[in-house]
Every structure is written in C-alpha cells, then in structure tokens.
C-alpha cells in the first residue's frame, strides 16, 4: 500500500473548501488542523503495513511480534476515526481493564501520545472515558469481563492482545454490539498464538477480514540495538522465538503427545532399503457426509531398526472404497500385509478386503487399551529419533500435534490410531513374516 495523506473525511467550517492545499488548511478549525498534522505526520513515519486497508472489511487483524509497532498502529487507526467522525461510539477492549488504561491509553504507542491535546476533552481514567472535542467518545472494556459488553454499541473497536483474552465470550459480545453507522469495523491486533478464533478469523482473510503479518525486524530502525540483538541471541530459532518475535501461529496444542518442531525435525526426502513394510487400517463404520475418516498408514522397517512413515491415504469413504485404496496402496508399496483394527467391525476389514483380493495377508489387531495409552510408545520413539516421515503428511501431522486427552475423548484421530498400529507392528517384530501376494 502506498501512503498518501488523506484529506479528512468531515469538517465543519462556514467556508467553502478551496482546491489549494494552503486555503483548506487555513480555514480547519484548530483541533481539526492539528489533528490533520498529526495524521500527516503518522502516514510520513508508518510503514505501509501499519496503514489502514482500503476496501471493504469488517475485521483487521494484525499478528505481528513484539515491538513491530502494533500498538501505534491500533491508537493511529483509532484516533484517525474518532477525529474525523464527531458523536462516534469507539470500544477499546484488553485482557484486563489495565491493560487496555496503561497500554493502549497512557502507553508510550497510546491514545494519549497520538492524540493532539486541543483534541481532548476529558479522560477519566478511572471509569476509562477518553472524550473529545467533536462528542466522540472512546470506552475502555476489559474481557475478562464479557458481561459488560452486552449493552453497549460502538462504531468501531480496537481489540489488543485477542489470544491473551481468557475466553472467547467477550469477542462475541463485542461483535453484537458493533453495529453503530453504516460501516461498523474492529481493529485486532496481538501476538499470535493458535486459538480457534484466529484460525477462523484467518480462514476468512479476503472476505470480511484483512490479515497483516509481521515480525519485529520490520521495526529495527524504531528499536535500541542492542535490545533485538540481545532478543535475538536468546530467542532466535526457539518456539518462543517465532512466537514472539516473528509473529508466527504455532500449531502445538498444550498437551499434546507430539510437538510441531519434533515432527518437522524427524523428515527425510526418501527411505532406505526397508525390512518390512505394512499398510495399517482404523476403519469407520459409516461414510456419510460427516462420519469419521478411516484411517490408511503405510510404514517400513529399516536395517537399523528405523521406522519410516512412507503415506497418509486416509480417506472418508464405504467399506469398499476404503479397502480398495488399502489394496492399492499395499500393492504400491510393495507390503508384507494389512493390519486392521477389528473391535468395532469384527470381521468386516478382513471379509471386504478379502472380496477384492481373496489371498491378501491379514492381520487382525484388537485394542484393549485406550487410544492415548496406545500411543505413548509411539511417541517415546519419536522423542527417540527412531522413527521417520518420508516428506511431508500435512493432515496426518496435523493430528499427531493435536492429539490429547480430551480431543482423544471428542474426536477420532483416525490417521493417528492407523499409524499407531503400523508402528506397533514394525516395532515389535524385528522380522517379518515370508510375504504372500494375490495373484
């Protein structure tokens, strides 16, 4: 986006405008000159990023680091409004109601820093009332108290620090209530961390949200050097590192069996020759529209005693669609047999597997423990560096790094439970069964 001094959007004058720059300046009354200053002086110092977006929007998110000025830029958004829009209703709401006074008020980047004084009215920090000159008035609300929220309606409202919010109930009630105008808008701006609400705000990113990225580099030039060189040599390359310094959304689950950064580390380009190699299958027992997928994981055994992931073919599909991609999926690999779970089905994998390929080699597995205990050693062997994904399995891998107790409880990690059973398998039997192949 390129910058460019935007003339004001309202002013009051008894004069007629005049096309030269010298003659409109001349006839703004003063608060609305020094306002206009103050915004020229924003759009010299910004960075494109910090501007606000054109177009139509309903939700500005901002994920950025620390430092990289997101502050600044919700206190610019938000003045820029109220300054130009007299009687407006703003909402400025932080993980606590001293968050949203110290920080986004009284801060260094705060309202009162970017606001001109002749433009302020009143501010009373108690009750959280910033008043200005046109009627406009600027409420501060905390969310960890959602409930007042409910009444209130607003024109437009900065949201800080949205993943540090203890719940997602003040988000909701600040959407009901932002329905003042004919162009109601939210500025969002926080380090991110991955919450469902801003994975769903980003899902939405060219439809009626605006997304902007950024890391704290971007901002060197405004930072002490050697503050970022310091955060750099303690952070560089850590989780919390990206985190916090380069805006990324991390995709670990507290909990969880199996870490983003473990599963990236243990990624090799191609197998060796392999021992063994088997197809796993977690069956579902329905193939509708929303039923669970069934699980299809192929896996090897190398010399050393590696494991290798080699395909994720899990699919949502009938009985026979599952089990003719199983079939295919062994015949591609090459594999020693199927092994399926049967505690639900019973003799289903097997029987429809059979009707494909009648002289397939089977092994039916029973689960007699839960699906996380089950697990577990599976996991100990990737903390161990004995097991390996060849390339990438994205839907796979994102299972294994959501995989908790309570989404265990919720939801059926059927790529997970499928690759639980092929490394079992591999895992205890060093060698395999002589092979037998349909002709």
């Not at 958004?77 to 001293?98: C, E, H, K, M």
Request: aromatic share 6%; hydrophobic share 40%; with cysteine.
């Amino acid at each position: 986006m390129t910058k460019e001094t935007r003339l004001p959007m309202t002013v009051k004058s008894g004069k007629p405008r005049s096309t030269k720059p010298e003659s409109f300046l001349s006839a703004l009354p003063l608060p609305h000159l020094a306002a206009f200053v103050a915004r020229a002086k924003w759009l010299e110092a910004s960075r494109g990023s910090q501007l606000t977006p054109r177009g139509a929007w309903r939700i500005w998110l901002i994920l950025a680091g620390r430092g990289w000025g997101k502050t600044r830029t919700g206190a610019e958004d938000i003045a820029d409004y109220a300054l130009w829009n007299p009687l407006s209703r703003i909402g400025v709401i932080a993980p606590t109601f001293a968050d949203a006074r110290d920080v986004c008020v009284e801060g260094e980047s705060g309202l009162l820093r970017v606001l001109p004084p002749r433009c302020i009215s009143a501010w009373h920090r108690s009750t959280g009332d910033l008043l200005l000159f046109n009627g406009t008035r600027i409420k501060l609300y905390s969310a960890d108290q959602p409930e007042r929220l409910r009444g209130p309606q607003h024109h437009r409202v900065w949201c800080d620090e949205l993943c540090a919010w203890p719940s997602a109930a003040g988000f909701d009630q600040m959407l009901f209530g932002l329905r003042l105008g004919d162009d109601p808008r939210a500025i969002i701006t926080t380090t991110p961390r991955n919450t469902p609400l801003v994975k769903d705000l980003i899902a939405r990113d060219g439809r009626d949200v605006r997304v902007t990225r950024g890391k704290t580099d971007e901002n060197a030039a405004h930072l002490p050097a050697c503050v970022l060189t310091q955060l750099k040599a303690r952070y560089g390359g850590t989780r919390l590192g990206r985190q916090e310094l380069d805006g990324e959304i991390l995709e670990d689950v507290q909990g969880a069996l199996w870490l983003r950064e473990q599963v990236e580390g243990c990624r090799v380009a191609k197998a060796p020759a392999l021992e063994r190699i088997v197809v796993a299958i977690d069956p579902a027992m329905s193939s509708g529209k929303h039923s669970d997928e069934t699980g299809i994981v192929a896996a090897g055994l190398g010399e050393d005693g590696t494991i290798y992931i080699l395909a994720d073919w899990s699919c949502r599909a009938s009985p026979e669609g599952w089990a003719r991609r199983a079939i295919r999926l062994y015949e591609e690999k090459e594999a020693d047999m199927i092994v399926g779970e049967v505690n639900a089905g019973g003799d289903l994998v097997e029987r429809v597997l059979k009707q494909i390929m009648p002289k397939i080699f089977f092994k039916p597995v029973r689960a007699v423990r839960g699906k996380v205990d089950r697990a577990l050693p599976v996991a100990a062997l990737y903390e161990q560096g004995r097991i390996k994904h060849v390339g990438a399995m994205t839907k796979l891998e994102d299972q294994m790094t959501r995989f908790t107790p309570d989404i265990v409880a919720t939801n059926s990690p059927d790529r997970v439970d499928a690759m639980v059973w092929a490394v079992t398998e591999l895992s205890e039997t060093k060698r395999g069964v002589p092979r037998v192949r349909g002709l």
